[in-house]
């Protein structure tokens, strides 16, 4: 679990918005999982059963309607550190993320979940609970939306 960690705060600040969101729901997910472990089968992956969990407790929360606000990398990513060219960087990184966080949910967590997360399409299909067919969808509307939004669509 601790390996995943990073990744579950990455995904869960991009589901809650912002970084403290994102560790209110990742600490909730720690809480869930470690209380049902039993429930989790060996052979299968713990990275794929955390998002579930993590993504159940988003919903039951109803997050995805209320947080819109700050970029979904946490400020210990050290995008703006020494490299020429960092600051532009970080203010393309912010727009982006500021695009994200307009989809719809669905769009929002497929977004994440392949282009970010870089989830095969049928693995973020079973983590949200979908047909590959589905995701794909979600997947294609989300991106085409935030070309649209960040006016690079062909």
Known sequence: MLELLPRLRRFATGLAGTPADGDDLCQMTLERALANRQKWREGTRLDS??????????IDEGRATTR???????DEAGLTV????AQESAVELSMVDRAIQTLPAEQREAVLLVMVEGYAYREAAEIVG????????RLVRGRDALLDLLGEAT
Not at 49 to 58: G, V
Not at 68 to 74: G, I, K, W
């Open 49 to 58: 059963w955390m998002y579930r969990i993590m993504r159940n407790i988003w």
């Open 130 to 137: 979908c047909p590959v067919g589905t995701l794909n969808s």
């Open 68 to 74: 819109r606000r700050q970029t979904f990398v946490a």
């Open 82 to 85: 020494g490299a020429e060219g």
